[in-house]
């Protein structure tokens, strides 16, 4: 089954959201030529951004505190942001201490007094991003049973609506109606809503505050009758048992850590839900799923390196516990998938770093019954799989490009299925069906609106059933994908992927930003995204580096960019500002660079790093102040991320690894900082939000040039709005800050045609 990396998962904010990856043919010799120093000293000179602006910042009082660890001593004296109760303010942020709120209150002033000239440019970059969302889509319809199911959006909605017809179709029934419900709330997310498979009633998850403490509630389809429980402090996913009386669910604990599977039978409190498993060990979070053939549910226990699957039949009674596939084994992965008599099971057990799969039966699913199904081929990453009844569907990345490769259960009658372009990101959409010799796929790249096809496995025919549409128009000949390798500082080769307007100069007169993540075997692939299209049109650069600390080349190179080799992440991506600066894409000093999360602590780590090659900063719910959060096992991720950044509290060679690239303790009093923009969400949990607050307050009293401002989100968290549109609102403020360092603020209206 398609299974995701649970620490993944938990980590990453909506990359998509904010990135865009874009693979293609190599630069131009003209092109990859740097440019000669007699050249770049007739470029124009820019006014530095922020010259005129005087406005008193906000000052953080200092109160050190002294912190030892393996006899290091380093002092905070910015700890007192982190409110005592910070637990308690996930849940109730009303709660948090005045003086923390009086902070950040002045923090978001001081950035509105920052950026007050902007107003306008981003009331207009919302308005251009909102012109190319066609606002009333709609899904492609699922069928299950006797109906089929999809999300659609109403003209001026900023939530989904979940709906359904008959199967041949007739008249729509409204599941649930996101709009509707939201209320008056100032948050509102929702993360699931799930039919029963009698199909009469639906499950739903709610979260009303943006800590991801998700309220799971029932209502009946024919009639809108609520059931009066409500389970409470869940991820928001519903399994449905086949009888339709009862779900599985997972339980986070006091500190946001899914810790826990329960049952609940519809009509009993569900303080009395039955415990059906519950993980121990802090480091692994866990995940319940059902199979696609319905028959098994999953309880998947894991983190970054480890995991461990228990099973039971999805129509098991009340009371019966589950049985565990294998146990868990340091540095070994493992996900499930059932057909027939066998579990087939992705892993990369005995050496296989991009992973196979394996079959066992489940009779006796134990490490000594797996045989190989698909060998390991080195170089061949298997992303996962979806097991249908006659058929194995898989996908998997070569070269760093996605493909999708179907077999029967003998492994015979293979086939992938082609793509006409270079560069491309393709997503196996695993549907509810298990019995079907149909399977649907969405198709983009840099250029190419989405498409979702359904492909009959059988005649081998491909049918497209959707082409994204964007309302104000795009034509893709205007523009350009480019793919090059860059050299890393120890001759590793770093895939650097570019798109702009073709006739956007390659000279170094035009801005360049960059982006990256590079954390958690993340890979930003090379998907469509309406969003970055009004900083392309107006001339900009837009540049992804895959970076090690993700999976763009493979497993390899995650594991290249973690624990001891965190340094290659950072390294990597100031060689790829530098390189890109030497081909003519944007200029040293003027390149402004773009992360969210851990992307946050890349751009936190390269600008301490090279400050002169970059113009300005945006740090996205930054994950910066790594010391102190890694070596706190309160906080709900520090656990399992130990395996990911390394454990300070126990290992002095971990701590000595960390603390030389945490922004937080590295900045730099001898340089000339960027401007840098940070934001926050108060109710992170993720990226708590004293992170952003302390990093901020500290450039100001240690670092030279700036300015640096923040802006906190006071009622959201991690992935900020929930909202369709609010998201693109708060799009446009990180969009606005960089024309403003690139001197196009002003020049606003000046936007390239893409008609």
Known sequence: MIQPNRLLTTLLIAASCVALAACGDRATDTEE?????ATASTLPSRKAPFADFDAKAPVAEKRPVELTQHDKTRVDNFAWMRDDNWQTVLREPETLKPEILQHLEAENGYYEAATDELAGLRDQLFEEMRARIKEDDSSVPQVDGEYAYYVRYREGGNY?????????????????DGDSEAGDNEFFSIEEVAHSPDHTLIAYGVDTLGSEYYDIRVRNIDTGEEFAETVGSTDGEAVWAPDSKSFFYTQRDENQRPKRVRRHVLGTDSADDELIYEEQDDTFFLGVGLSQSGEYVFISSG????????????DAPVGTAPTIIAPRAEDELYYAGHNGEHFYIQTNAGGAIDFKIVRAPI??????NWEDWLPHELGTYVLGFVPLEDWMVRIERANALPRIVVTDYNGDNGFEIDFPEAAYDLGLRSGYEY????????????????????????TRERTLRKTQEVPSGHNPSLYVVERFDIEADD???????????KDT???????LLLYGYGSYGATIDAGFSTSILSLVDRGVVYATAHIRGGAAKGRQWYLDGKLGKKMNTFTDFTAAAEALQARGYGREGETVIYGGSAGGLLVGAAVNLRPDLFGGVIAAVPFVDVIN?????ELPLTPPEWVEWGDPINSAEAYDDIAAYSPYDNIRSDVEYPPIMATGGLTDYRVTYWEPAKWVARLRDEAQGGPFIMKMNMGAGHSGSAARFERLKERAHNYAFALKIFGMAESAQDVASSD
């Open 33 to 37: 030529d740097a440019m000669d120093s």
């Open 629 to 633: 959060t890694i070596s706190d096992a």
């Open 303 to 314: 983190k970054s390196t480890s995991s461990e699957v228990h099973f039971l039949k999805a």
């Open 435 to 458: 019995a079907t010799d149909t399977i649907r796929f969405v198709y983009e790249s840099p250029s190419t609106p989405e498409q979702t096809f359904d492909y009959d496995l059988k």
């Open 505 to 511: 100069p390659v000279d170094g007169t035009s801005p």
């Open 160 to 176: 989904p609506i979940f709906a359904r017809t008959p199967r041949d179709g007739g008249d729509e029934t409204i599941l649930f």
């Open 363 to 368: 009779k006796s699913p134990g490490r000594h």
């Open 491 to 501: 001759g590793a080769q770093v895939p650097v992927t570019v798109l702009r307007l």
